[in-house]
């Protein structure tokens, strides 16, 4: 019989073009979802049962949305998404998603039993029917007239120019949004023609799209990054409640992030992202900005500096790029956020799935291709906000991020010599550095993560008390539940210990023996910081029979080093150096072997801790290099 050949060409992120490797059947048990997984809290999912449901399903962090109910509703679901939590045993991040520059159309609404607040008058919309967007918010909302809240509209809009007006949170799946054409602008009106016919219901956005197709010619509109009922409920919700983020909607540039930075820090909101320790009162405050314009991709890189994550809004901003642009934009904006380690998250993947239990074929690509581009989370809006299948979303929308990554993962498992492989068959540990240390809690996870390993990386979190007044509080938990955004951390809380010892690793390393996530013989690399600002990096092993850790001995690191192309000489090929070698510098130098490549080992030798200052690590050759 003919074997078969098979090329050894790299292609993409497999090992070879042989397509059996991609059609076997998914692992079900033990497995790491790298990709975090957002919701949207709304009248779909903010019982207790049904938030409980999607945390064990995998939901990672809750999204408050602002732009709609009143601040008594959004303190009812973080009631209830604490309960859920409690009842899980599951983390869950907390996001405050901010009204922002949003324009609406005003119009009556009622209150449910619930207390959300609805609109129960549709709007039928012919296509060639002409419209009217006036600044006369006296007048009622009908077919003909759509009274707008920004009384500058008339200023911002040409004849010729497109307006979209949809259904907050509308999707191609459905009719409640159209296209306007505009026709002409007198001073309060703007005269329009409706491009289809459309089914108008719940609360209805105006977006103006960018008429220009390259550059940026519309007139922007002069509204504040933060409206008044964002500030009232940041503070009332933030007071209450840890926070853990607070999303910026229709960010325009670095400005936007400091002006929130500056607010949240006037509400002593700083403890939402960093508390304890002396730095904690000018620590950032937790800010992604939500890119929803063309005007934000210009000021895109200064955006990224200045915020601590980046959502990538791809309704609005798919309406202010052209389509066929689209798809680059996504993968530019992804790339940028990972070689500057700041988290990305997608919006609008699995629209289909607010009327269907099953995404299509498109949606569950499009997911599978930002995973691969290196995105770190996908956000659900509509699907979880109102849709019919919450969990279903979750559970059938989230299954394409695992085979997106698995095949990279198993192309580095191939035989190799132990020291090369040991990156793909080790599991990271990253430790909590001493309450004391000037440092913010979860930067030696991020700083790992953003190199994008192959392996889990399991971050130990261990809370602290902390004074308040005549009362001690538990300080801490911030940092497991801020991880939850990252792809690839898997944060667990510790119980409360004065120092990150052996018996800390020991207790993690049984853990991830628990779970699956290692097994017998497997290498676990241990990542801490100590209290000197530096940075410890320990290689233990799981024993054969897997019932806990063993040292690596001195002699098994050097063989490893060996293998991988170091020169190491033998102790007595010490003693014959040359004199002036060895008695040159100082006396801990002197009976030090000589590497080949001497980063390979830093700063320890045989089975001791491998230490680097932070200051080595930001200076080093791979600092500048990309997250892949």
Request: net charge positive; glycine share 6%; charged share 25%.
């Given at each position: 019989m003919v074997q078969r050949h098979i090329t050894r060409a790299k292609c993409h992120f497999f090992k070879d073009d042989d397509l059996s490797q991609v059609l076997h059947e998914l692992p079900t048990k033990n497995t790491v979802a790298k990709t975090k997984i957002a919701i949207t809290v709304g009248p779909a999912c903010q019982t207790v049962e049904k938030l409980a449901e999607l945390l064990e399903a995998g939901v990672?962090?809750?999204?408050?949305?602002?732009?709609?109910?009143?601040?008594?509703?959004?303190?009812?679901?973080?009631?209830?998404?604490?309960?859920?939590?409690?009842?899980?045993?599951?983390?869950?991040a907390v996001m405050l998603d901010c009204l922002g520059r949003e324009l609406m159309i005003k119009r009556k609404y009622g209150v449910d039993e619930n207390g959300w607040p609805g609109i129960f008058e549709q709007l039928h919309i012919k296509q060639g029917q002409r419209v009217t967007i006036t600044t006369d918010t006296s007048l009622d909302c009908t077919n003909e007239v759509l009274p707008i809240t920004y009384p500058k509209f008339p200023a911002m809009c040409e004849p010729g120019d497109q307006i979209f007006l949809g259904r907050y949170l509308a999707t191609g799946a459905d009719d409640s949004s159209v296209f306007l054409k505009v026709e002409e602008v007198s001073g309060t009106d703007v005269v329009c023609t409706a491009g289809a016919d459309a089914v108008l219901d719940g609360l209805l956005m105006v977006f103006h799209l960018e008429?220009?197709?390259?550059s940026l010619s519309n007139l922007q509109n002069d509204l504040p990054a933060l409206t008044d009922f964002d500030k009232q409920a940041i503070a009332a919700l933030c007071n209450e409640f840890e926070v853990d983020f607070v999303s910026l909607s229709y960010c325009r540039s670095a400005d936007d992030v400091h002006e929130c930075r500056d607010f949240l820090s006037s509400i002593r909101a700083d403890h939402t992202k960093a508390s304890g320790g002396p730095c904690a009162a000018s620590s950032p405050a937790p800010i992604i900005a939500k890119c929803e314009t063309r005007q934000s991709l210009f000021n895109f890189r200064t955006l990224v500096d200045a915020a601590d994550a980046i959502i990538i809004s791809r309704g609005n901003l798919g309406l202010d790029v052209v389509p066929e642009k689209m798809a680059m934009v996504q993968k530019a904006m992804i790339s940028t956020c990972a070689i500057l380690g700041k988290p990305s998250i997608i919006t609008?993947?699995?629209?289909?799935?607010?009327?269907?239990?099953?995404?299509?074929?498109?949606?569950?690509?499009?997911?599978?291709?930002?995973?691969?581009?290196?995105?770190?989370?996908?956000?659900?809006?509509?699907?979880?906000?109102?849709?019919?299948?919450?969990l279903e979303t979750v559970t059938t929308g989230g299954r394409p991020c695992q085979p997106a990554w698995l095949p990279s993962c198993r192309a580095c498992r191939r035989p190799a010599q132990p020291a090369a492989s040991l990156p793909s068959h080790a599991t990271?540990?990253?430790?909590?550095?001493?309450?004391?240390?000037?440092?913010?809690?979860?930067?030696?996870?991020?700083?790992?993560?953003?190199?994008?390993?192959?392996?889990?990386?399991?971050?130990?979190?261990?809370?602290?008390?902390?004074?308040?007044?005549?009362?001690?509080?538990?300080?801490?938990?911030?940092?497991?539940?801020?991880?939850?955004?990252?792809?690839?951390?898997?944060?667990?809380?510790a119980a409360p210990t004065p120092s990150a010892g052996e018996s800390l690793i020991e207790e993690a390393v049984q853990l991830a023996l628990a779970h699956g996530w290692v097994d017998p013989n497997d290498h676990v690399v241990v990542v801490s910081r100590s209290q000197q600002d530096e940075v410890m990096i320990k290689i233990v092993s799981v024993d054969e029979h897997g019932a806990g850790i063993k040292r690596i001995r001195p002699k098994s690191l050097y063989d490893m080093l060996k293998a991988a192309g170091h020169c190491i000489p033998e102790d007595d090929e010490?003693?014959?150096?040359?004199?002036?070698?060895?008695?040159?510098?100082?006396?801990?130098?002197?009976?030090?072997?000589m590497l080949s490549h001497p980063s390979a080992v830093l700063h320890g030798r045989r089975n001791e801790a491998l230490v680097m200052s932070s200051a080595e690590m930001i200076s080093g050759p791979s600092a500048n290099g990309t997250s892949h």
């Open positions: 990672t962090c809750a999204r408050i949305d602002l732009t709609w109910a009143p601040i008594e509703y959004h303190r009812t679901s973080l009631i209830n998404l604490h309960e859920a939590m409690r009842q899980t045993k599951r983390l869950c008429r220009s197709g390259e609008r993947v699995v629209d289909t799935m607010i009327r269907t239990p099953r995404p299509t074929r498109a949606e569950a690509t499009d997911i599978a291709n930002a995973v691969l581009d290196g995105v770190d989370a996908i956000m659900l809006g509509a699907e979880t906000y109102r849709g019919n299948y919450a990271l540990l990253c430790l909590p550095s001493r309450p004391r240390a000037p440092l913010r809690a979860g930067t030696t996870a991020a700083m790992v993560a953003k190199y994008r390993p192959h392996m889990p990386i399991l971050t130990l979190v261990v809370p602290y008390l902390k004074r308040d007044g005549l009362k001690w509080k538990l300080e801490g938990r911030h940092a497991a539940r801020q991880a939850l955004l990252t792809s690839g951390l898997m944060p667990m809380l010490v003693d014959e150096l040359p004199l002036a070698a060895a008695s040159s510098g100082p006396p801990s130098a002197r009976s030090r072997p």
